[in-house]
């Protein structure tokens, strides 16, 4: 397995719903961190949370770490048709240095209007 | 925030041709830059870390040969691809770091395709 292993791999809904994503990763890290990625573009920063912390809200967006199970939830509430793209968690390793990230696969979300 | 861009979005080559893609970073100096390569629905594989004034780190199996990275400036990095062939058509990103060790700004992307 991967370093930053996310599932569901796609993931469809109706606006208004919540979507939850899950990653898992294997090595000790500094941090983890979310992204979005809109279709042939880009990554846009979401989230960073320290693995001194357990849980970090930003707008519509909650992220959870659990350093003793090495995985971390995003969770996006009231989602919106806009809201549709892929989302990568990335971890920091702890024994490396220079914040050389380590993608997840990703998760596809659709929010079906 | 860090706003990096990266020139140009997209470019077609020839089989056996050299291409480069620049990464700016434009309201910030970025002592660090990294280049990601990115196969459609799949994820970013990070390819080298870049860092201004001296050689580019590469990952394993990422060929130095065939991509020559300079960091010759604080806000400019360069990727050239050398003898550009099919399989190397793929989605090629930058990021840069602030300083802070905490964030990575991406850039936009470049869409290379080698016909």
């Known amino acids: 397995s991967q370093q930053g292993e996310e599932d569901p791999q796609a993931l469809s809904i109706q606006e208004g719903e919540n979507a939850t994503m899950n990653c898992s990763y294997k090595?000790?890290?500094?941090?983890l961190q979310w992204y979005r990625q809109n279709s042939g573009r880009g990554l846009v920063h979401l989230i960073l949370?320290?693995?001194?912390?357990r849980e970090k809200h930003s707008g519509r967006l909650r992220v959870t770490l659990d350093t003793s199970k090495k995985s971390s939830s995003l969770l996006i509430t009231a989602s919106r048709a806009a809201d549709t793209a892929s989302y990568f968690c990335?971890?920091?390793?702890?024994?490396?240095?220079?914040?050389?990230?380590?993608f997840g696969e990703g998760t596809q979300l659709t929010v079906n209007p | 925030g860090a706003v990096v861009s990266q020139h140009p979005s997209r470019v077609i080559c020839k089989s056996g041709t050299s291409v480069k893609i620049e990464c700016r970073s434009l309201?910030?100096?970025?002592?660090?830059m990294f280049w990601y390569r990115q196969f459609p629905k799949k994820s970013l594989m990070l390819m080298a870390t870049?860092?201004?004034?001296?050689?580019?780190?590469?990952e394993q199996g990422v060929e130095k040969d065939k991509f020559l990275i300079n960091h010759a400036s604080l806000t400019l990095s360069t990727l050239t691809v050398t003898s550009a062939h099919p399989e190397d058509s793929s989605f090629y990103i930058c990021?840069?770091?602030?300083?802070?060790?905490?964030?990575?700004?991406f850039g936009p992307g470049t869409r290379l395709t080698v016909t």
């Open positions: 949370i320290r693995s001194n912390e």
């Open positions: 090595t000790s890290i500094n941090n």
């Open positions: 990335a971890t920091d390793a702890h024994e490396t240095s220079g914040s050389r990230l380590t």
């Open positions: 309201d910030f100096q970025a002592t660090t």
């Open positions: 870049s860092n201004e004034g001296s050689k580019a780190t590469y």
């Open positions: 990021s840069a770091l602030t300083g802070a060790w905490d964030e990575q700004y």
